[in-house]
């Protein structure tokens, strides 16, 4: 029996972004079962070339040479799929021109939430674009099932693969601080509006008021730097270190679909303060986390002031957190 062949495509791979981190362990899992693989890039993986673990090609930005790159690959490795990550590309149509050309079957990966039009401004005609490229797709994959049924329900062919997530492995690192009264405090994401990190340095200036003790790492802005109590780090693969001292994680975001760090966060039994999102299955679990309404700074300083404040509410949660994601 001839061995699945698979085609992954996705715009670059540092292993940074939740995307991205995404798709490395796709490329792990389909190995581990005797997939073979084709990655499909737009930049050189500068950081990851030598630990990817299969062949790739990198296309061209010029679209008739792109085109043609294309052609060629997939006409040669004859792929039973391609797995499509990066629907925003602007070479998305083309791309798709020439998979339907060859007959080659797709799967779109969409890794944004059905909401993202309604809450985000800016971006209905992005989401009208998606609906419009991916119904050319074989198939689209969502990352909740909430927007598999949104998808089905406009006539799209689609079904809900929940994304894979590395418990982080901390034992290398020195835990929480043992001596001294110190609450870290770890926010995770790119510096981009929908993530909301303004709203995290506002809520932390309205903390460290109230609490002194408090220390706050913003880990995946574009440079390192530190001020005062807030430390931010520029985005990374491995979080362990961070995770291993965390006392209290926060979420900002505006919407979110299946919210990788938040998972790192609950397996490492860590309690969550957030702003409220709709949707979002992590969320089932009440007894974890602390939710309040969206933009409310003054709320959600409130919230992390309570969990600095109460050390044996930070465990019980945390363990309600552990328990959750081990289910």
């Known amino acids: 029996m001839n061995k699945m062949r698979l085609a992954i495509y996705t715009q670059q791979l540092e292993y940074m972004g939740g995307i991205e981190r995404v798709v490395i362990e796709h490329l792990r899992i389909f190995s581990q079962h005797g997939v073979e693989l084709l990655l499909l890039l ?30 060629q690959t997939l006409a040669s490795w004859c792929p039973n799929y391609l797995i499509l990550h990066g629907e925003s590309h602007p070479t998305f149509a083309d791309d798709m021109d020439v998979v339907n050309q060859l007959g080659v079957r797709s799967i779109c990966v969409a890794h944004f939430p059905f909401v993202t039009n ?41 079904f809900h ?46 903390v460290e008021k109230e609490c002194p003790n408090v220390h706050l ?28 001292k965390a006392h209290i ?5 505006i919407c979110e679909s299946f919210c990788l760090v938040w998972a790192e966060a609950k397996s490492m ?33 409130d919230a992390i002031i309570e969990l600095v404040k109460d050390p044996e509410e930070r465990f019980r949660m945390g363990c309600a957190a552990k328990a959750s994601i081990e289910l």
Request: charged share 25%; net charge neutral; glycine share 4%.
């Open 42 to 71: 737009d930049r050189h993986p500068q950081k990851m070339k030598d630990s990817i673990g299969c062949s790739y090609v990198v296309l061209p930005d010029e679209n008739d040479a792109r085109r043609m790159l294309l052609r």
């Open 217 to 244: 790492y913003m880990i995946g802005g574009g440079e390192n730097y530190c001020r005062g109590k807030v430390e931010v780090i520029s985005e990374r693969a491995d979080l362990n270190e961070f995770w291993a």
């Open 118 to 158: 309604i809450l985000l401004d800016g971006t209905r005609d992005t989401w009208k674009e998606f609906r419009k490229h991916v119904s050319r797709c074989s198939a689209v994959a969502t990352v909740a099932k909430v927007d598999a049924i949104f998808w089905r329900a406009l006539g799209v062919r689609a």
């Open 249 to 253: 994680h926060v979420l900002t975001s």
């Open 161 to 206: 693969v929940q994304n894979p997530f590395v418990h982080p492995s901390c034992s290398s690192f020195p835990r929480k601080n043992n001596n001294d009264d110190q609450v870290n405090i770890i926010w995770v994401g790119r510096h981009v509006e929908p993530k909301q990190p303004a709203a995290m340095l506002a809520a932390f200036e309205l």
């Open 269 to 301: 039994g860590i309690p969550t303060v957030m702003y409220e999102l709709p949707y979002l299955e992590l969320a089932d679990d009440k007894n974890s986390y602390i939710a309040v309404p969206q933009r409310d700074v003054r709320a959600l300083a």
